[in-house]
Structure formats: C-alpha cells, structure tokens
C-alpha cells in the first residue's frame, strides 16, 4: 500500500490533494491555477466584445460539418457553465453540437433536470401557438393512429435560418410512422435537401428563404434549383 498523502490546499483556490495527481509548487500554488495562468487567462478578455470572432469561428465549424449530421461535440454536466455554452452553441452560433453526459451517479437532481430541458424537444400545435407537454415522436404516433395521412414535421427555431434541418428530429419522426413524412425548417441549399431525404429518412422536403434570399448578400430573388441541378445532386431520380 502507498503512503498516504498529507492534505493540502491551494493558497490560491479551494483544489485540495482529494485530487491525487494534484501538484503544487513552492508556493503551494496547484497546477489547475498555474495552467489557466499560463494558457486561459492571456486569452481571456471578457470585457471585450467579440462576437466577430466567434462568428468566424462558427463558420469554419459549419463548413467543416456541412451535410453531416454533427459538426461538433459538447460536453454537458448540467451546470451553468456548460448549459449556457449549449445555447451559445445552438441558437447564437447555429451548430449541430451532439451532446455528450456522463451520470456517475452524483448528479444534482437540477443538473438533470436542465439536461433533459435542453436535449429535449418542445412541441407546438396550432401555428406554433399551443404548447403540448409530449414529445414529438410519441405525438407523430398518436396522430398516425387518429388517421393522419402525412405528417409534416418543422423545427421553428431553425425556421427561415438555412443551417439545415434538423436530422435527428426527423429521422427520429419518420422512423416511428408509416405514412409520408415532410421536412421544413433549415434549408439553405441542395446538399440541406439532399442530407434531409438521404439521413433523415423524409419522404420530401419544403424550403422556403433558400429560393428568396440569394448569393453572397442574400438579396431577395426568387430562385430556384433546375431539374438538371436536382437530379445530378441525387434528389430526382430519372
């Protein structure tokens, strides 16, 4: 059996020796402190605005990740921290973050609860004005059961944003029906429509902004695809 370690405590933060690999220098300064001293903090400007950094950030990010269903990986505990970086992730920089959580078994009971708040769907009925307390997949089902003949399914938050649809949501919908099932919300172009037939399994897909606002300045032109663009792009078949 090793020898057991005395305790210490950081002179400048509350990390102890509970962390065994923890080590501290002759100023019993811990090497968490000394790390974020020598690599964030130079770099950490909270003071200054810049979200044009961010931006430029994002883009490569979606361009890296075009017709894939993640473009990135996210770590969530469930805390303040990195539920905010979630929706920094999502709804400011409009990634397709795949969500990762590890339960150790010491979870808060809040820290879950604001986990499944932001993995989770919301839906909407009435134009989006009525919200119902189900989840998307088992109202599908039940409106297959009262007859509904398709269904079309549409992410509102990526309405009219032409980042892509969202993949999961409806591979997830279409794969729990039998009847015809329509994507809209997200289309920015022929590879989003194509990814959407192809990954999300829809049996069509609806775009709206992506045949108005078009070229580099998005102006408005009504525009759309040539069958010819359609078919070599593996969205009509001859």
Request: glycine share 10%; aromatic share 8%; charged share 30%.
């Amino acid at each position: 059996m090793g020898e057991i370690r005395p305790y210490q405590r950081c002179t400048q933060c509350v990390m102890d020796t509970t962390d065994s690999k923890i080590i501290f220098d002759e100023n019993g300064v811990c090497d968490h402190c000394r790390n974020f001293e020598k690599n964030i903090k130079p770099y950490w400007k909270p003071q200054e605005n810049r979200f044009e950094e961010l931006e430029e950030i994002a883009k490569k990010i979606r361009k890296a990740g075009k017709g894939k269903e993640y473009d990135c990986i996210l770590g969530l505990s469930g805390g303040a921290d990195s539920s905010y970086l979630a929706y920094i992730a999502k709804e400011v920089m409009h990634l397709r973050p795949l969500i990762f959580v590890v339960d150790t078994g010491w979870n808060l009971n809040v820290a879950v609860e604001n986990i499944e708040k932001i993995v989770k769907y919301t839906c909407y009925i009435a134009d989006g004005t009525e919200r119902v307390d189900t989840d998307p997949f088992e109202l599908v089902q039940k409106a297959e059961e009262l007859g509904a003949g398709e269904v079309i399914i549409n992410l509102i938050d990526n309405d009219g944003m032409m980042k892509g649809y969202d993949i999961d949501l409806v591979r997830g919908v279409s794969d729990r029906v039998k009847v015809p099932v329509i994507a809209i919300g997200g289309a920015g172009g022929i590879e989003d429509l194509k990814n959407v037939l192809k990954n999300g399994h829809a049996h069509a897909a609806a775009g709206g902004s992506m045949f108005v606002f078009y070229g580099r300045l998005k102006a408005v032109l009504i525009t759309a695809p040539s069958e010819k663009e359609l078919t070599e792009a593996g969205i009509y078949q001859n």
